[in-house]
T-cell receptor, first 111, second 109 residues
Framework: NAGVMQNPRHLVRRRGQEARLRCSPM?????VYWYRQLPEEGLKFMVY????????ESGMPKERFSAEFPKEGPSILRIQQVVRGDSAAYFC?????????FGPGTRLTVT | RKEVEQDPGPFNVPEGATVAFNCTYS??????FFWYRQDCRKEPKLLMS???SGNEDGRFTAQLNRASQYISLLIRDSKLSDSATYLC??????????FGTGTRLQVFP
């Protein structure tokens, strides 16, 4: 049973470009969560999704960030017009019920 | 006040030592509690859930005190491979996890 998969593992974008981060949950898991970890800081919740539904996006910045989890395919976290402050590790987690299991993360670097 | 507070450490201990970490949380409505482990620049890995009755998994023992709103993790007979950052994590029944900033443990030979 493959774990949570994320790609790409590393992503470099110039300021103003778009970043797309993908997450495939563990087989059988229907809940997906995105977290961001800034350098030297703890993980911060961003958004919680189920298939075709955003359940809680209270941690998402109001502008430039969006997330989806379509009926088919991976969950996507999209960051438009990236800025240097978006440089961070973005982790996706999936869950069958209560415990969350994390993917390896995408390290975004904005130059 | 942070929602989940931990001593950042580092805790430097010799192999074989017993080490304990504490964590406090501010939301009395919190329902679920966990310890995760994070190795440098990698994803957090679930170490154990924490129950009111306390629970043990090999060398690791977790305790929860709801009245005082603190959680503890005890590691016995430390191994070099235990060196990592230990994250105290709380779920206030809203499905999102609230992470502490972690306690760094370094086990030396």
């Amino acid at each position: 049973n493959a774990g949570v998969m994320q790609n790409p593992r590393h992503l470099v974008r110039r300021r103003g470009q778009e970043a797309r981060l993908r997450c495939s949950p563990m087989k059988g898991h229907s809940h997906v969560y995105w977290y961001r970890q800034l350098p030297e800081e703890g993980l911060k919740f961003m958004v919680y999704l189920q298939k075709e539904n955003i359940i809680d996006e209270s941690g998402m910045p109001k502008e430039r960030f969006s997330a989806e989890f379509p009926k088919e395919g991976p969950s996507i976290l999209r960051i438009q017009q990236v800025v240097r402050g978006d440089s961070a590790a973005y982790f996706c987690a999936s869950s069958p019920t209560n415990e969350q299991y994390f993917g390896p993360g995408t390290r975004l670097t904005v130059t | 006040r942070k929602e989940v507070e931990q001593d950042p450490g580092p805790f430097n201990v010799p192999e074989g030592a017993t080490v304990a970490f504490n964590c406090t949380y501010s939301n009395s409505a919190s329902q679920s509690f966990f310890w995760y482990r994070q190795d440098c620049r990698k994803e957090p890995k679930l170490l154990m859930s924490v129950y009111s009755s306390g629970n043990e998994d090999g060398r690791f023992t977790a305790q929860l005190n709801r009245a005082s709103q603190y959680i503890s993790l005890l590691i016995r007979d430390s191994k070099l491979s235990d060196s990592a950052t230990y994250l105290c994590v709380v779920n206030a029944n809203t499905d999102k996890l609230i992470f502490g900033t972690g306690t760094r443990l370094q086990v030396f030979p």
